[in-house]
Every structure is written in structure tokens, then in C-alpha cells.
């Protein structure tokens, strides 16, 4: 348009028609791109329908005869397109089988050479190839697999640290203990949060309490509060009562409530001292866990001191007060205070407890 | 001077600040899409969030007006999500309708008792209901209050670690809070909070609260917001978060952490815009003790929402957002352009200021100054069709930009809704463009006669498959352009 205009130049002339001839270029690239992206992902997903009719049936004789060596031979004849969704029909699988169907479908994996296909997945280029593969093997428990993965957790992409890490915890072989240690204890966005933790709990017990007694040391107030919770769900009840309950008296609010939550996962016949001190803390967020974990408690003083604790100024703990008192008239030395206490109590948190018990059927 | 002189040196500055628009544009778009190639790669066409053992738990709150055609299956839509553990808060705003009746019958709601010591004030809560038959859902039963006090009163009852917002009109995808949460598990020191995508659900074929195929809807005002929205969230938001500098996440659904939220008081009653006032005083309730706080989007976690598809209902909608804005940049002025916030101080509040602030007194300036010329006998309609070429030819670009970091990320549209889509993006320069710059220039008088919108009503509810009702909240108030 600006071309069929008169021929009135100037420096507005000459930055317009600059600015709208770039303009129109990036217009047209941009329509050319979308519209070859297009055509090439609709071609694609024709092409992906086939395959997925074709791999089901695949999975199909899979799981019906693990042994063949035809299967094994069409596994390897798994091309660049057919072996990522072959990975994700297989996750999908993995995720709705039982123990049972989980261990044969690993067993013919296994026979078709398909592991093998899974370990080469661990060197392509893309990242989510990566990721995929190391999920798998994960899923597959492939101890063969162990030292790529371990290689893997120093990989460039979040995702494919993450996905190895995951996978190194359901393998759960030893020999990941130390690089998975680290990751616990200097944890600063190497991988996401929760993952290095749960994989921990995937390795053998021994040398996972071990790693997280020694992470209730680490300056770092977010390893020490995981810590906690590690120390309550992998080391023997009285040792990890013992350790746990020091951190009660930790300097971060966040590392006591972490404490007094896995106080709660210990339980026992007879409230730790440290965990009744923090019903009282100055902190709300270690009161709301303090209050809580007295539930797994079938100890009368819990009763007590849930009794008090309906008086607190928090509404959150007000409410873990009523519950922890509901759920305690069930228990056998405690239940009979409870349910005094119980019967007694006009307060409303109390009665709303009451009404959640009966609703969740707890 | 003489005027003719003036006039020539006035038209200098009007192209500068035309050329510095497109170059804020291009640059956003460029970053957008480097990000989404990068993700991609990533992530791939197969990533699905991990299922993990021990992840924070969420309470969804919705706030709900006068909602009762659409509340079940947008509270089933809800309780479908794909994340454990989850808790989902509705709140009834003092509806007139039979909203709470057909909560309790559809899912079998028992009295709970209200209790004290909230921690954010609110209009009195009336009644707190627990469900029967899914125990992982809360009805709130409030007097009137609005929207960010109807949240609030949503807070209070809250008890899991990250608390989403959503409109109670809206639509989850399945998948959309794990998605959303995996970004505070990446990062959990530095994410304060994060934002989802919204999509425009008009035309849409829907079923159970799930968008099945995302039709691009018939009518104009619906079919040109959906390529605004992706240029929106999709061009815009994902440069914005990649640059740190994100000054809003979407009231219709957004992911905070509860503790943050309650630290700062909640949401606020006091701006129409009560989104982007949450996020505004996050940065700076965090950002002097925490330099490297973050406020995400994340592009994958999906919200479907109803858009207006009158004129009037979007001159409402409009007006509102743009008096928000208005307000938010005044209340926050210490934001703007101070280093000390990062990103948030020396880029983005200025670039609200100067483009969506300034863009409609600037444009009354310059229809003035086409009028001036004219009265001067020197208008040049030459400078009119090249201005206009040029306005034109950057809003196409930057659609087309849009639609290719859509197809390149996330393929949802069928061929024929993106040859729509860009057939009215062709007409919107024509139409769309100046009425919504009509509308915002009317807002800025508003705010400068000291007059205020009200909330004002949208017909909702035909998108979602339920008969058109007016709806007091305004939900799906979803500014997606700053």
C-alpha cells in the first residue's frame, strides 16, 4: 500500500515502509511456518494413530507370550516414532498393573530386548527422550541401568535429573546411595522438591536413616525439617522418637512443626515431653503440628493437653484440638478420658470433628 | 512556532512511541517463543507430571454469585482434578439463587459448625457445609461481599499448604494443578506464586466439565478475544515470567501459598483489579527480604473460562479492567521503576505505564492532532494510510506470532479454527482494537472524575452448556494483555 502512495519521502516514509516491509516479511514467514507445522504435526498424529493400533497389539502378545522371538525381532524394529509412545502406553501400563502383572510384564521386557532399547533411550539428544527412558527403566527396576542413571543426575535438564533421580529410588539399589546423599543434603534447585526425598526412601533402609540422622545436622533449615520426616519413616521407633524430639527445640519454626509431624508418623503409648512443650510453642505452625501428632498418641496426658489446646487463639488448632480428641476416644488407654472429654465439651470444634469423623467414616 | 511547526515536531514523538510499542511487543514475542521451543524439548509431547507421595496439599477456592446453573458441574469439574491431596472450598457469596440448594442436593452437603478466630476479616460467614459424598469438598455460605472477600472467607476455612483460586464458572483441566504445583516443587524457595493459562471456552464442545474439542466460537466479540488471549498468555505472559516480571496472575486461576497470602492480608476489596493488587504487593511484601522471589506462569496448566460475547458485557468487563489497572499502578507507585525491585521495578511497571496506561490518552492526543492538521489544511492522507498500514501489519504479526507459539507448545485448535481465528484478527484492527481503546480511554476519564464502575453483571453460563445467567462476580476477569 505504502508503495502505491505518491512519492512523498521523508524520514517518516522511510522508517514506516522499513518497519512494515520487516513487518509483512515476519508475517509471511510466520503464516509459512504455521502452516508447514501444520501439515507436518497432522501427518504426525495420522502416523501415531497407526502405530499405537499396531504397538497395542504388540503389548498385547507381549504379555501373552513373553518368550517369542518374533516379538523380540518387531521390538527391535521399533522405530523413532513407534518408541516414545511405545514408552508412554507402556508407563500407562505400568501404572494401572498389580504387583503381580507389573513383575511379568518386566519379565517380558526383559526376553524382547526391550531394556536394551531403554538403555540406548538414556544417550539421545532430547532431554524428554532421556526423561522417558529413565522413567521406564525405573519402572522396570533395571539394576543394569543404575550407572547411567547416576550420570544422568548431572545432566544439564531439570527434567532429566528429576526423572533419573525418581528412578534410582524405585530401583532402589545401593550403589545410588551416595549421589542421591548429596543431592539430600545440598539441595539448592539441583533437582525438584520431594524427589530426592522420596528416593531416598526407595534405597535400603540402613543407609538411607543413615543419610538422614546425619541431614538433622545440616545447616539448612529445609534438610533438616525433611530430615525429620525421613528419620520417623525409615529408622526404628525409639531411635527415631529420640532424634526426632531433640528438633523440637531446633531455632527454625519450620524444622520443629517438620519434628512434631514426624512425631505424628512415630507414634506411641506415651506423649514425648518435647512434643507436649510444643503444644505451647510460640510459633502457631508447630502448635498446629504439635496438636496434631497427639492423635497418635493413646496416652491421657494427650488427652490433657488437646483439652487445652481447644483454647488456643488459632482457629487451626483449635480444630486439630477437637479432632485429635475424636480420634483418641477410639484409642485404648486414651479413649475413655477422650471420650469424657467428648461427650462433655460444648465447644464447636469439638462438635465439628464429630461431624468429619462421621463423614469420612474415621 | 507557528502550528504547522508544532504539528510537525508533535508527530515525531507519536511515531517514536509507536515504533518503542512494537519493539516491547517483538522482543515479548521473541522470548515467548525461544522459551516454549526450549520447553518443548524439554518436556516433549509425552511429559505428564510425576505422581509423587508426598506433595503439598491444595484447597481450590471458588468464589460463586447467583452460580446455580452452572456450580455442579463446575464442582465436579473441580473435584476431577488429577492431584492429591486436594480439598475444594466453595464459597457462596450471598447468592439469590438456588446456588447452595443445588450443592446440597447434588452432593449431599451436612452442616458444619461455623466457629471463630478467622484469620482474614469477611463478611460474616453464615453456614460451612461438608459433603457426604466426597468429603474433599467445603461449601462456605457468606453474606455478600465480592469476590476477593468471598476468597477470603475461602482462606480462612483453607487448611493445605498451596491454595488455588479459581472462578466457580471456569473449567479445570484434569491435569492443570499438578502442572501448576510441579512449579513450586521445581523451586520451592524462590516460587511465591503461579499463574495458569486461560483459554476461552465459548463454542467449545464441553462434557462433564471437561472441554473435549476447543471450538472457536461464531460470534465476533468471542472468536477475536480467543487470539487476544493467546497473544496474551501465550506471546506476552510466558516472556514476562521468564524475565521474572509478571505483574498479574489471572483470577481466574492461579496457585499461591497459603502462608504468603494470609501474611499479607489476602485479597483486596479495595481495586476492581484484585489480581494483579495480590500480586503487586507480593513483590513488594517479598522482594526486600527475598531478591529472587519468582511469580510463574505456567503455560501448560489449563483454565477454561466463558468470555462475553456482547459488546455490552465486554465494554463492562473492559472498563473494569482497565479502572483496575488504574488503580493497582496507583496504590503500588512505589513499584515503578525502582531497581530495588528487580524486573518488577525497572521493566514491567513502566512498561504497564507507558503502554497500557498511557496508550489511550496518546491516541485521544493523536486523533487531536489528525484534527488539527486537517484545520491546518496540511493533513497528509498519505501519514494516515501509513500509520495505518503499519498499525495494522504489527497486530497481524503479533497474532500469527501468537498462533505459532500455540501450535509449536500446545496444538489445541483444529486448521479451521486457526484460519478463523486469523480471519478475524484481520478485521479486529478495524473494530475490536479501537473500541477496547475507546472503552479504556473512558475508564481513564472515569478514574479522573473520580467515578468507579461497579461490578457490574456478565451473562454466563451458555458457553458452559447451562441457560444465560447474570453473574454479580464478575468471574473470568482475566486482563490478558498486561
Same mark, same amino acid.
Given at each position: 500500500?505504502?508503495?502505491?502512495?505518491?512519492?512523498?519521502?521523508?524520514?517518516?516514509?522511510?522508517?514506516?515502509?522499513?518497519?512494515?516491509?520487516?513487518?509483512?516479511?515476519?508475517?509471511?514467514?510466520?503464516?509459512?511456518?504455521?502452516?508447514?507445522?501444520?501439515?507436518?504435526?497432522?501427518?504426525?498424529?495420522?502416523?501415531?494413530?497407526?502405530?499405537?493400533?499396531?504397538?497395542?497389539?504388540?503389548?498385547?502378545?507381549?504379555?501373552?507370550?513373553?518368550?517369542?522371538?518374533?516379538?523380540?525381532?518387531?521390538?527391535?524394529?521399533?522405530?523413532?516414532?513407534?518408541?516414545?509412545?511405545?514408552?508412554?502406553?507402556?508407563?500407562?501400563?505400568?501404572?494401572?498393573?498389580?504387583?503381580?502383572?507389573?513383575?511379568?510384564?518386566?519379565?517380558?521386557?526383559?526376553?524382547?530386548?526391550?531394556?536394551?532399547?531403554?538403555?540406548?533411550?538414556?544417550?539421545?539428544?532430547?532431554?524428554?527422550?532421556?526423561?522417558?527412558?529413565?522413567?521406564?527403566?525405573?519402572?522396570?527396576?533395571?539394576?543394569?541401568?543404575?550407572?547411567?542413571?547416576?550420570?544422568?543426575?548431572?545432566?544439564? /535438564?531439570?527434567? *532429566? =535429573?528429576? +526423572? %533419573?533421580?525418581? &528412578? @534410582?529410588? !524405585?530401583? $532402589?539399589?545401593?550403589?545410588?546411595?551416595?549421589?542421591?546423599?548429596?543431592?539430600?543434603?545440598?539441595?539448592?534447585?539441583?533437582?525438584?522438591?520431594?524427589?530426592?526425598?522420596?528416593?531416598?526412601?526407595?534405597?535400603?533402609?540402613?543407609?538411607?536413616?543413615?543419610?538422614?540422622?546425619?541431614?538433622?545436622?545440616?545447616?539448612?533449615?529445609?534438610?533438616?525439617?525433611?530430615?525429620?520426616?525421613?528419620?520417623?519413616?525409615?529408622?526404628?521407633?525409639?531411635?527415631?522418637?529420640?532424634?526426632?524430639?531433640?528438633?523440637?527445640?531446633?531455632? /527454625?519454626?519450620? *524444622? =520443629?512443626? +517438620? %519434628?512434631?509431624? &514426624? @512425631?505424628? !508418623?512415630? $507414634?506411641?503409648?506415651?506423649?514425648?515431653?518435647?512434643?507436649?512443650?510444643?503444644?505451647?510453642?510460640?510459633?502457631?505452625?508447630?502448635?498446629?503440628?504439635?496438636?496434631?501428632?497427639?492423635?497418635?498418641?493413646?496416652?491421657?496426658?494427650?488427652?490433657?493437653?488437646?483439652?487445652?489446646?481447644?483454647?488456643?487463639?488459632?482457629?487451626?488448632?483449635?480444630?486439630?484440638?477437637?479432632?485429635?480428641?475424636?480420634?483418641?476416644?477410639?484409642?485404648?488407654?486414651?479413649?475413655?478420658?477422650?471420650?469424657?472429654?467428648?461427650?462433655?465439651?460444648?465447644?464447636?470444634? *469439638? =462438635?465439628? +470433628?464429630?461431624?468429619? &469423623?462421621?463423614?469420612?467414616?474415621? | 512556532?507557528?502550528?504547522?511547526?508544532?504539528?510537525?515536531?508533535?508527530?515525531?514523538?507519536?511515531?517514536?512511541?509507536?515504533?518503542?510499542?512494537?519493539?516491547?511487543?517483538?522482543?515479548?514475542?521473541?522470548?515467548?517463543?525461544?522459551?516454549?521451543?526450549?520447553?518443548?524439548?524439554?518436556?516433549?509431547?509425552?511429559?505428564?507430571?510425576?505422581?509423587?507421595?508426598?506433595?503439598?496439599?491444595?484447597?481450590?477456592?471458588?468464589?460463586?454469585h447467583n452460580e446455580g446453573?452452572?456450580?455442579?458441574?463446575?464442582?465436579?469439574?473441580?473435584?476431577?482434578?488429577?492431584?492429591?491431596?486436594?480439598?475444594?472450598?466453595?464459597?457462596d457469596d450471598g447468592s439469590s439463587d438456588d446456588t447452595v440448594?443445588?450443592?446440597?442436593?447434588?452432593?449431599?452437603?451436612?452442616?458444619?459448625?461455623?466457629?471463630?478466630?478467622?484469620?482474614?476479616?469477611?463478611?460474616?460467614?453464615?453456614?460451612?457445609?461438608?459433603?457426604?459424598?466426597?468429603?474433599?469438598?467445603?461449601?462456605?455460605?457468606?453474606?455478600n461481599?465480592?469476590?476477593?472477600?468471598?476468597?477470603?472467607?475461602?482462606?480462612?476455612?483453607?487448611?493445605?499448604?498451596?491454595?488455588?483460586?479459581?472462578?466457580?464458572?471456569?473449567?479445570?483441566?484434569?491435569?492443570?494443578?499438578?502442572?501448576?504445583?510441579?512449579?513450586?516443587?521445581?523451586?520451592?524457595?524462590?516460587?511465591?506464586?503461579?499463574?495458569?493459562?486461560?483459554?476461552?471456552?465459548?463454542?467449545?464442545?464441553?462434557?462433564?466439565?471437561?472441554?473435549?474439542?476447543?471450538?472457536?466460537?461464531?460470534?465476533?466479540?468471542?472468536?477475536?478475544?480467543?487470539?487476544?488471549?493467546?497473544?496474551?498468555?501465550?506471546?506476552?505472559?510466558?516472556?514476562?515470567?521468564?524475565?521474572?516480571?509478571?505483574?498479574?496472575?489471572?483470577?481466574?486461576?492461579?496457585?499461591?501459598?497459603?502462608?504468603?497470602?494470609?501474611?499479607?492480608?489476602?485479597?483486596?476489596?479495595?481495586?476492581?483489579?484484585?489480581?494483579?493488587?495480590?500480586?503487586?504487593?507480593?513483590?513488594?511484601?517479598?522482594?526486600?527480604?527475598?531478591?529472587?522471589?519468582?511469580?510463574?506462569?505456567?503455560?501448560?496448566?489449563?483454565?477454561?473460562?466463558?468470555?462475553?460475547?456482547?459488546?455490552?458485557?465486554?465494554?463492562?468487563?473492559?472498563?473494569?479492567?482497565?479502572?483496575?489497572?488504574?488503580?493497582?499502578?496507583?496504590?503500588?507507585?512505589?513499584?515503578?521503576?525502582?531497581?530495588?525491585?528487580?524486573?518488577?521495578?525497572?521493566?514491567?511497571?513502566?512498561?504497564?505505564?507507558?503502554?497500557?496506561?498511557?496508550?489511550?490518552?496518546?491516541?485521544?492526543?493523536?486523533?487531536?492532532?489528525?484534527?488539527?492538521?486537517?484545520?491546518?489544511?496540511?493533513?497528509?492522507?498519505?501519514?494516515?494510510?501509513?500509520?495505518?498500514?503499519?498499525?495494522?501489519?504489527?497486530?497481524?504479526?503479533?497474532?500469527?506470532?501468537?498462533?505459532?507459539?500455540?501450535?509449536?507448545?500446545?496444538?489445541?485448535?483444529?486448521?479451521?479454527?486457526?484460519?478463523?481465528?486469523?480471519?478475524?484478527?484481520?478485521?479486529?484492527?478495524?473494530?475490536?482494537?479501537?473500541?477496547?481503546?475507546?472503552?479504556?480511554?473512558?475508564?481513564?476519564?472515569?478514574?479522573?472524575?473520580?467515578?468507579?464502575?461497579?461490578?457490574?453483571?456478565?451473562?454466563?453460563?451458555?458457553?458452559?452448556?447451562?441457560?444465560?445467567v447474570g453473574?454479580g462476580?464478575?468471574?473470568?476477569?482475566?486482563?490478558?494483555?498486561?
Amino acid at each position: 500500500v505504502l508503495a502505491l502512495l505518491p512519492t512523498q519521502r521523508g524520514w517518516f516514509w522511510e522508517t514506516a515502509d522499513t518497519a512494515v516491509t520487516l513487518l509483512l516479511v515476519t508475517y509471511v514467514v510466520l503464516l509459512g511456518t504455521l502452516a508447514t507445522r501444520r501439515l507436518y504435526v497432522v501427518r504426525r498424529r495420522q502416523r501415531e494413530e497407526r502405530a499405537k493400533r499396531r504397538l497395542e497389539h504388540l503389548l498385547e502378545q507381549l504379555e501373552r507370550e513373553s518368550s517369542s522371538v518374533e516379538i523380540a525381532a518387531q521390538v527391535g524394529r521399533l522405530d523413532e516414532l513407534e518408541r516414545p509412545i511405545a514408552a508412554g502406553m507402556l508407563l500407562a501400563r505400568f501404572d494401572a498393573a498389580d504387583e503381580d502383572e507389573h513383575r511379568r510384564l518386566v519379565a517380558a521386557l526383559e526376553q524382547s530386548g526391550a531394556i536394551e532399547l531403554m538403555l540406548r533411550g538414556l544417550r539421545r539428544l532430547m532431554p524428554w527422550r532421556k526423561a522417558l527412558a529413565a522413567q521406564l527403566l525405573g519402572q522396570c527396576r533395571a539394576t543394569k541401568a543404575v550407572p547411567a542413571l547416576i550420570a544422568l543426575t548431572d545432566s544439564r /535438564s531439570l527434567q *532429566v =535429573r528429576d +526423572a %533419573a533421580v525418581v &528412578a @534410582l529410588g !524405585r530401583i $532402589g539399589d545401593p550403589r545410588a546411595l551416595p549421589v542421591i546423599e548429596q543431592l539430600f543434603l545440598r539441595p539448592r534447585r539441583r533437582v525438584s522438591s520431594g524427589v530426592r526425598f522420596e528416593a531416598l526412601l526407595g534405597l535400603p533402609a540402613a543407609g538411607a536413616g543413615q543419610v538422614f540422622a546425619e541431614a538433622l545436622g545440616s545447616p539448612d533449615p529445609r534438610v533438616r525439617g525433611s530430615a525429620c520426616v525421613g528419620v520417623a519413616l525409615v529408622l526404628g521407633r525409639s531411635e527415631a522418637r529420640e532424634l526426632v524430639a531433640e528438633r523440637l527445640s531446633d531455632s /527454625s519454626p519450620m *524444622v =520443629r512443626a +517438620a %519434628a512434631a509431624d &514426624a @512425631l505424628a !508418623r512415630v $507414634g506411641g503409648d506415651d506423649v514425648p515431653s518435647a512434643l507436649a512443650a510444643a503444644v505451647t510453642d510460640s510459633e502457631v505452625v508447630v502448635r498446629r503440628a504439635a496438636v496434631r501428632a497427639l492423635a497418635m498418641y493413646d496416652d491421657p496426658e494427650a488427652v490433657e493437653l488437646g483439652r487445652r489446646a481447644l483454647h488456643d487463639p488459632d482457629r487451626e488448632v483449635v480444630i486439630h484440638a477437637g479432632e485429635t480428641l475424636v480420634k483418641l476416644s477410639r484409642c485404648e488407654r486414651a479413649g475413655g478420658r477422650a471420650w469424657y472429654v467428648v461427650a462433655a465439651a460444648a465447644e464447636w470444634p *469439638v =462438635r465439628r +470433628a464429630l461431624v468429619i &469423623a462421621e463423614v469420612s467414616g474415621r | 512556532m507557528t502550528l504547522r511547526e508544532f504539528l510537525g515536531y508533535a508527530a515525531i514523538p507519536f511515531f517514536a512511541y509507536f515504533v518503542l510499542y512494537m519493539l516491547s511487543t517483538v522482543i515479548l514475542i521473541v522470548i515467548s517463543l525461544v522459551e516454549t521451543l526450549l520447553v518443548r524439548s524439554e518436556r516433549g509431547a509425552w511429559f505428564r507430571p510425576q505422581h509423587r507421595q508426598l506433595a503439598p496439599g491444595i484447597t481450590l477456592i471458588a468464589p460463586a454469585h447467583n452460580e446455580g446453573p452452572v456450580i455442579v458441574s463446575s464442582v465436579r469439574s473441580f473435584l476431577a482434578c488429577e492431584y492429591e491431596p486436594l480439598e475444594v472450598v466453595i464459597v457462596d457469596d450471598g447468592s439469590s439463587d438456588d446456588t447452595v440448594a443445588r450443592m446440597i442436593g447434588a452432593f449431599d452437603l451436612i452442616e458444619l459448625p461455623v466457629g471463630d478466630r478467622f484469620v482474614l476479616p469477611s463478611a460474616p460467614i453464615e453456614q460451612i457445609f461438608v459433603s457426604r459424598k466426597d468429603p474433599r469438598l467445603r461449601v462456605v455460605a457468606k453474606q455478600n461481599g465480592g469476590r476477593s472477600d468471598a476468597i477470603n472467607a475461602g482462606l480462612n476455612v483453607a487448611y493445605n499448604e498451596l491454595v488455588a483460586t479459581i472462578d466457580s464458572d471456569s473449567l479445570l483441566e484434569p491435569d492443570a494443578l499438578a502442572r501448576a504445583a510441579s512449579r513450586f516443587a521445581v523451586d520451592p524457595d524462590r516460587v511465591i506464586a503461579v499463574g495458569g493459562t486461560i483459554r476461552i471456552a465459548n463454542g467449545a464442545v464441553i462434557e462433564d466439565g471437561q472441554v473435549l474439542e476447543p471450538h472457536l466460537a461464531t460470534r465476533g466479540t468471542a472468536a477475536t478475544q480467543v487470539a487476544e488471549y493467546l497473544r496474551g498468555f501465550l506471546g506476552a505472559r510466558i516472556a514476562w515470567s521468564r524475565l521474572n516480571g509478571l505483574l498479574i496472575i489471572s483470577g481466574a486461576f492461579g496457585l499461591f501459598r497459603r502462608d504468603l497470602l494470609l501474611e499479607v492480608g489476602g485479597f483486596s476489596s479495595a481495586t476492581l483489579g484484585e489480581d494483579m493488587e495480590l500480586v503487586l504487593r507480593l513483590h513488594e511484601h517479598v522482594h526486600p527480604r527475598q531478591p529472587d522471589e519468582r511469580v510463574v506462569h505456567a503455560a501448560d496448566a489449563t483454565c477454561w473460562t466463558e468470555a462475553p460475547s456482547g459488546v455490552g458485557p465486554l465494554r463492562g468487563q473492559r472498563i473494569r479492567w482497565h479502572v483496575g489497572l488504574l488503580d493497582n499502578l496507583r496504590l503500588h507507585w512505589r513499584l515503578i521503576g525502582r531497581p530495588n525491585y528487580g524486573m518488577v521495578g525497572h521493566v514491567s511497571t513502566p512498561q504497564a505505564l507507558l503502554f497500557e496506561v498511557l496508550s489511550p490518552p496518546i491516541m485521544a492526543l493523536g486523533y487531536v492532532f489528525f484534527a488539527l492538521t486537517f484545520w491546518e489544511n496540511d493533513l497528509s492522507w498519505e501519514l494516515i494510510v501509513g500509520f495505518l498500514v503499519l498499525a495494522l501489519v504489527n497486530g497481524q504479526a503479533e497474532t500469527a506470532a501468537a498462533l505459532v507459539i500455540e501450535e509449536v507448545g500446545f496444538h489445541r485448535y483444529r486448521t479451521t479454527d486457526l484460519l478463523k481465528m486469523a480471519c478475524w484478527s484481520l478485521l479486529e484492527g478495524f473494530w475490536f482494537r479501537p473500541l477496547t481503546s475507546w472503552w479504556r480511554l473512558k475508564a481513564t476519564a472515569l478514574v479522573l472524575l473520580g467515578r468507579r464502575p461497579g461490578w457490574g453483571s456478565i451473562p454466563r453460563g451458555a458457553a458452559l452448556g447451562a441457560p444465560v445467567v447474570g453473574a454479580g462476580i464478575a468471574g473470568g476477569e482475566v486482563p490478558p494483555t498486561t
